[in-house]
């Protein structure tokens, strides 16, 4: 309900009125504004949320609606399949025609005009249900079933808790499943740089598929700044191919963040950096035993400070 546990303020432009930022099923914009709009308090708010996000026509101009106008909370709507078959046995129906009802609405038969089930509608109004339920059942294409929501929730609560309580573990996991767009030339140089890219990105109006998966990964990385962390440099010592590394408050990049390096030739950096410090002598001798690292990654590898102050040749001068 508010980014307070992660220390943050809950007036941040970019960050919003939630901390679910990089959380499967709740990180996405559409999905931070669900929870913004219905405030969570309980688990089975948050299935019902999941079951809102992954149906059809049953959030945007049917539950939302309902909601923030007013008619019902979220607990009374239809968030997943089994809501519907419950609360009508709930209000008295007969289990059979009930279980049969629902196969109807969540198949989305009901929606594509097909007949409803014989007598339906009269025995709902004979039991008191509602007439915005019975439009929202028939407002509805597809529902997601139960079972898959409370284990897509019950994932999202676990990753959630590290994101609290052991930021650091969780950050590195989450940006090693987005190494595909992270950028450590861009990410690493501190969150004004950050922010601008964000805006520029939100800003121009043919941005790419790419652009919107480097935002999402930006998303991330401007919480983390926020929250207080930061990244060490790249080290040709410390970094992996392609984890994260945790030193004291700080994030190590992997080689596999250098835009155009493959995940071979990351793999090969690892492997001749295992050696230890000051196992290479110069850039040189580097560039010999990681033969599939080209000169372009030598240079951004310079630029990140992953080479500290190592000389280009093994030649000495003598005077």
């Not at 239809?78 to 059979?96: A, N, Q, T, V």
């Not at 019950?154 to 590290?162: E, G, K, V």
């Not at 700044?225 to 990049?253: C, Q, T």
């Amino acid at each position: 309900r508010s980014p307070a546990p992660l220390g943050l303020p809950d007036d941040d432009p970019i960050i919003g009125k939630t901390g679910t930022i990089g959380i499967p099923e709740f990180g996405t914009a559409f999905t931070r504004q669900m929870l913004v709009d219905t405030q969570p308090e309980e688990f089975d708010t948050l299935v019902r949320l999941s079951g809102f996000s992954h149906g059809t026509d049953v959030w945007l101009g049917n539950a939302k609606d309902i909601i923030l106008g007013g008619t019902a909370s979220v607990k009374e709507t239809i968030g997943c399949r089994d809501d519907i078959m419950l609360y009508l046995i709930s209000k008295g129906m007969e289990p059979k025609l009930a279980f049969k009802f629902m196969e109807a609405v969540r198949k989305g038969s009901i929606h594509r005009g097909r007949p409803w089930p014989e007598g339906i509608v009269e025995q709902m109004k004979d039991l008191d249900v509602p007439d915005w339920y019975i439009e929202s059942c028939r407002k509805i294409q597809y529902l997601f079933p139960k079972a898959h929501a409370v284990a897509y929730v019950m994932m999202a609560f676990r990753i959630a808790w590290f994101k609290v309580h052991y930021p650091l573990a969780y950050y590195s996991c989450y940006f090693y499943r987005r190494r595909d767009s992270f950028d450590a030339v861009l990410m690493t140089r501190g969150i004004e740089t950050v922010r601008r890219k964000l805006n520029a990105i939100k800003n121009d109006e043919n941005a790419s598929k790419k652009d919107e998966d480097t935002y999402t990964t930006l998303e991330a990385v401007y919480e983390f700044y926020l929250r207080g962390f930061d990244f060490a440099p790249m080290d040709i010592y410390k970094s992996k191919a392609s984890h994260f590394v945790i030193e004291g408050n700080r994030l190590i990049p992997p080689f596999i963040a250098i835009a155009g390096l493959g995940e071979t030739a990351a793999g090969d950096l690892e492997k001749c950096g295992g050696g230890g410090e000051g196992s290479f002598i110069s850039v040189e001798e580097l560039m010999g035993a990681c033969p599939k690292v080209s000169k372009t990654n030598i240079e951004q590898l310079k630029e990140l400070g992953a080479l500290g102050a190592m000389p280009d040749t093994s030649q000495m001068s003598l005077f």
